[in-house]
């Protein structure tokens, strides 16, 4: 195991997104805080309570959740297709370093983003919409292994991306509307039959459900199932970033 | 001990042949050039070596070790600086050369000095906080080069290190490379400017649609490859040359007699001994130099820049 090499990758992989924080970190901080004072102020006394829980609050598992998950993907995607584009990838692929090392060090990139992103928007719910996280450690621990799941994922989507172009399209039909169609901002029983069906194939209801267990009590999935099925997704896509950088598909030629 | 071992390499992309079966040994010490134009396989060969491309047969060693199977060892040895630029948005350039330092297994605080060194030998010195954006051609060529240092490789591999630079920074890089051979790194060049492999290069192999044509030093080469011209000019006309020069090509045109000849160095002075002790009167000589540039042209038929 190389590792400095590692260390410095990771370091550079976390230090890239620190650079340009305003990005990478305030985005998503503004958008949750709208959507705390829209829901709060407005639209709030208009909806009823979901299991007896107010709207601003039963969305807000489900914002952290999608922050954390898309800031993950976009960070490692990202960073991977503009190493190819830019001509940097050679410097890394040249260097003594693995396959492994090279793919946990974007992945531990996007994983941390997304952890920072998920937990200050935990913060701001915590601070102006008036959350309170039933279980902090579980909370965090969770954001943790969905950003590492989706930061892998990111991985393999910028492995395989040729150009922004097929990099925007995977993220804007596959993530986006798996996210908004995962109940963040509905319960999936407020669904007619079929469509709650349709809800059980999306991976991103288990995340959101998992996130509203931890910190509100409620879910309309097992939060073991949430758990298991994260943790699936970390194990499947991290074993398949690093076999196609092992592989070099549309890395090396 | 070879520094560098290429054996019976070969790779196609998608059915076109890109190499045929190349053989390269590079000893360690020495100025390796390896000649072609464009297409010609050069870069692939680099590429095969530093792990970028994966090969499909053949055997690619550095000090004796595979370069695929030991490629944490290997890798360790070699410094390229790539004939495409590198770019990057994020990080000035010290922090790049950090961090390179570190993917080659170098801390910060041991590569820093290094670094420092690098900056001010390569004149980047003053742009240290810039991004690469910032710099001038010749700059992100000298950067590109200070890139490939940082970890202090035994094996340095300048792929077109001079494309596209002007004159004088061409002379300048020229000078710094064979100040790195004096200092007794290896270095593998690839180049399409026949002077710079005349003038710097111990050994040069000429590679040519995917397989190596030829190689030797830049004289050998000359001297086996190409023919040279040797005129004398006599004060006076001569008979009887016919009887005296037998062993050599000539053309006589009364005072002017033209010589060719594989090995001008070798054959002019015992021309002049046997033209003397024959009791010709010699009044001047002049050389044509033949170059790597011909020795390419008879070899594969077409000019290096085709």
Same mark, same amino acid.
């Given at each position: 195991m190389n590792w400095v090499g590692f260390k410095t990758l990771t370091f550079r992989e976390v230090g890239r997104f620190f650079s340009v924080w305003r990005q990478t970190i305030v985005p998503g901080l503004i958008s949750s805080i709208l959507y705390i004072l829209i829901?709060?102020?407005?639209?709030?006394?208009?909806?009823?309570?979901?299991?007896?829980?107010?709207?601003?609050?039963?969305?807000?598992?489900?914002?952290?959740?999608?922050?954390?998950?898309?800031?993950?993907?976009?960070?490692?995607?990202?960073?991977?297709?503009?190493?190819? %584009?830019? @001509?940097?990838?050679?410097? +890394?692929?040249?260097? =003594?370093?693995?396959?492994?090392?090279? $793919? !946990?060090?974007y992945i531990i990139g996007g994983?941390?983003?997304?952890?920072?992103?998920?937990?200050?928007?935990?913060?701001?719910?915590?601070?102006?919409?008036?959350?309170?996280?039933?279980?902090?450690?579980?909370?965090?621990?969770?954001?943790?292994?969905?950003?590492?799941?989706?930061?892998?994922?990111?991985?393999?989507?910028?492995?395989?991306?040729?150009?922004?172009?097929?990099?925007?399209?995977?993220?804007?039909?596959?993530?986006?509307?798996?996210?908004? %169609?995962? @109940?963040?901002?509905?319960? +999936?029983?407020?669904? =007619?039959?079929?469509?709650?069906?349709? $809800? !059980?194939?999306?991976?991103?209801?288990?995340?959101?459900?998992?996130l509203r267990y931890t910190i509100l009590g409620i879910s309309d999935s097992d939060p073991l199932y949430s758990f298991l099925i994260a943790s699936l997704m970390t194990l499947i896509f991290t074993i398949a970033s690093i076999k196609v950088m092992e592989n070099g598909k549309k890395i090396k030629q | 001990?070879?520094?560098?071992?290429?054996?019976?390499?070969?790779?196609?992309?998608?059915?076109?042949?890109?190499?045929?079966?190349?053989?390269?040994?590079?000893?360690?010490?020495?100025?390796?050039?390896?000649?072609?134009?464009?297409?010609?396989?050069?870069?692939?060969?680099?590429?095969?070596?530093?792990?970028?491309?994966?090969?499909?047969a053949g055997e690619t060693k550095v000090f004796g070790s595979d370069t695929v199977t030991d490629f944490r060892f290997t890798r360790r040895q070699v410094g390229i600086s790539a004939q495409e630029f590198t770019q990057d948005w994020f990080f000035p350039l010290d922090k790049l050369l950090l961090f390179q330092a570190g993917y080659y297994g170098i801390k910060s605080a041991d590569a820093i000095d290094r670094v420092e060194a690098l900056l001010d030998r390569l004149g980047l010195k003053e742009k240290r906080n810039a991004r690469i954006r910032q710099l001038s051609g010749g700059m992100k060529r000298r950067f590109q080069i200070a890139k490939a240092l940082v970890h202090d490789p035994k094996i340095l591999i300048l792929d077109e290190p001079t494309a596209g630079v002007d004159v004088e920074l061409r002379h300048e890089l020229w000078r710094f490379f064979s100040e790195l051979h004096n200092e007794g790194k290896t270095i593998l060049l690839t180049t399409h400017y026949i002077e710079e492999a005349e003038m710097l290069c111990d050994k040069v192999a000429i590679i040519d649609s995917g397989k190596v044509v030829t190689e030797g030093s830049p004289k050998e080469l000359i001297g086996k490859d190409a023919t040279s011209g040797i005129t004398i000019f006599l004060s006076e006309s001569f008979q009887g040359l016919e009887s005296i020069l037998h062993d050599y090509m000539y053309t006589d045109d009364d005072k002017r007699i033209h010589f060719s000849t594989k090995d001008p160095e070798g054959d002019m002075p015992k021309i002049i001994r046997i033209l003397s002790e024959s009791g010709a009167h010699i009044q001047r000589i002049e050389t044509d130099k033949s170059s790597l540039e011909d020795v390419f042209l008879n070899l594969t038929g077409k000019g290096i820049n085709k």
């Open positions: 829901f709060g102020f407005t639209l709030e006394k208009r909806i009823d309570n979901i299991d007896g829980i107010p709207y601003t609050l039963f969305i807000l598992p489900g914002l952290i959740m999608m922050n954390a998950l898309t800031n993950a993907t976009s960070n490692s995607s990202s960073s991977m297709l503009q190493m190819k %584009l830019l @001509g940097q990838l050679p410097d +890394i692929l040249q260097a =003594p370093l693995s396959s492994f090392e090279i $793919s !946990m060090a994983m941390v983003r997304g952890t920072i992103n998920g937990i200050l928007i935990m913060v701001v719910g915590i601070l102006i919409g008036g959350m309170t996280v039933e279980n902090p450690f579980q909370t965090i621990a969770f954001i943790f292994i969905v950003s590492w799941a989706f930061s892998s994922i990111g991985l393999l989507l910028g492995q395989l991306s040729e150009s922004w172009d097929q990099l925007a399209t995977m993220q804007n039909f596959i993530l986006t509307p798996l996210s908004f %169609l995962g @109940g963040i901002f509905y319960s +999936i029983k407020m669904l =007619p039959e079929w469509a709650q069906l349709l $809800s !059980m194939f999306n991976p991103i209801y288990y995340m959101i459900n998992g | 001990m070879d520094a560098i071992t290429i054996k019976d390499l070969r790779k196609s992309y998608s059915g076109t042949v890109a190499l045929k079966g190349v053989d390269i040994s590079i000893r360690e010490g020495e100025f390796f050039g390896l000649l072609g134009p464009n297409g010609a396989g050069k870069t692939t060969t680099i590429n095969i070596l530093t792990g970028l491309v994966r090969k499909d």
